[in-house]
């Protein structure tokens, strides 16, 4: 009956991090709250009577359990708390099946008031669910409910913590984000707000509003998700050419609506219009930037119905004041409200909005019926693909496999930074080497952890061993698996774990096999995962903080030149592996850095003439 949950921890999180309800306590439930009472008989499994305020994970102790004699009583409703607006369709659900507290504008104090006396609550984007919040639940918050897209304001780390599913509700409100893309776009190319204000003012201005045609310019959609695919379909019936930049986007997917994968830069220095729908990450903070408008064609022009975060807003005031920018129409800001005096919101040539992407009566009502759905389903026990953290993985497997589980994040998480251009991940495949029988040896949560790797980083998404599949199914990543097998000790689970990527280019050529794919391999020794292969030269590198990969020719001092540079820039370095294919031949040297090192010095370390090719990775 024992069992544990896989979260979306950071890398260096302890193995023991993954468990719930706590690392010294891996047990599928907690008796010792006084949320349950229960009375043993002859046997812990036989005649045990479990009672509990909100039925909540029930189902998982079905089967063998069950049969044992296990029997469940239920309690008094569980009571869920709505801190912000909620649709009646939604609102209607709940109170079928819980007692319902509609409490608005809480301030943290007064949420933390409540929410020990609630085992739900569900929130929009403007109430943050902090730590606090969690430990003032003392332990009874089962799930959070999310009721959009983004998950920012929730901390996900102290959720898993606690014990404490969240939810989000991803995909009713598409069509009203994509409308409202597309709203600002028209409104702004023909300056409607601009002349609606004026003539409000008394004003007749016709010749100073004269707008551009939207009719064969070009279009580059940021992000091509759910709601940019959405957004790219609606430009091309407004007669734009269409291209995008998302490094997980199917080519075929997109050649379907007519839109052509492009890399970031030629995205948006060939586009007249840009609009942006990627999340917010680290990744993506601040990516339109000083740097970035310079690459841009001067005169264009820029929506964002995503993250405002995604820009540096400094930066965009600047583009707009010296012409870079002609125009930008902006829903999402950094700060929400942004202030008053904010120059960005203020700006002639800026038209704004108040976060007003799901705001149709049909998305909100959508959306209250998703999350109200996915919140009844955690409180029955049950876990859909809307979860964002925490399913359940029995605990024996998730001790024995804990170093492979960083292992396979961390292959995802290489591998997915050496692709090149704009085709996008077509298909992984990934090789396990192991002396078990495949029966004996429970793969979901190392495929469901190479996803995760591959996909966060540079998406909203938040994978686990639920979503994992449905979300690489829904990215056009087909993920294949191969057991190999390699006369080693049955008490070692694996021997290896090899990643190929399909059909791509890399931006560094090494990193492909003789097949032609992507190919790194990981071993965990002593517990620690570490990097033994790239391409087809043998490596040994600890796969911790951050890695710069060299090709270069075997020759005496290479390493006394990278080091020289690294050291004279204060990059202290943490280890460093040499693979060769012969002496004096073509060579990998791997060298692993603590802290990131700036472009200036990667320059001087690519200008030694033995190096041939030279990559950063972040790990």
Known sequence: MAGALLAPLPSAAAPEALLWPSATTPALYSFSSSSFRFARSRSPFLGLRLSCPTNHWIPALRGRTARRGLRIEAAARPTVLVAEKLGEAGLALLRKFANVDCSYNLSLEELCAKISLCDALIVRSGTKVTREVFEASKGRLKVVGRAGVGIDNVDLQAATESGCLVVNAPTANTVAAAEHGIALLVAMARNVAQADASMKAGKWQRNKYVGVSLVGKTLAVMGFGKVGSEVARRAKGLGMNVIAHDPYAPADRARAIGVELVSFDEAISTADFISLHMPLTPTTAKLFNDEAFAKVKKGVRIINVARGGVIDEDALVRALDNGTVAQAALDVFTVEPPPKDSKLVMHENVTVTPHLGASTVEAQEGVAVEVAEAVIGALKGELATTAVNAPMVPAEVLSELAPYVILAEKLGRLAVQLVAGGSGIKGVKVVYTSARDPDDLDTRILRAMITKGMIEPISSVFI??????????????????????????????????QVHLTNVESKFASALSDSGDITVEGRVKDGIPRLTLVGSFSVDVSLEGNVILCRNVDQPGNIGRVGRILGEQNVNISFMSVGRTAPRKQAIMAIGVDEEPDKETLKKIGEIPAIKEFMFLKL
């Open 464 to 497: 686990n061993i639920v979503n994992a599949d449905y979300t690489a199914k829904q990215r056009g990543l087909r993920i294949s698996e191969e057991r190999i097998y390699r006369d080693i000790s049955l008490e070692t689970p694996l021997g290896s774990i």
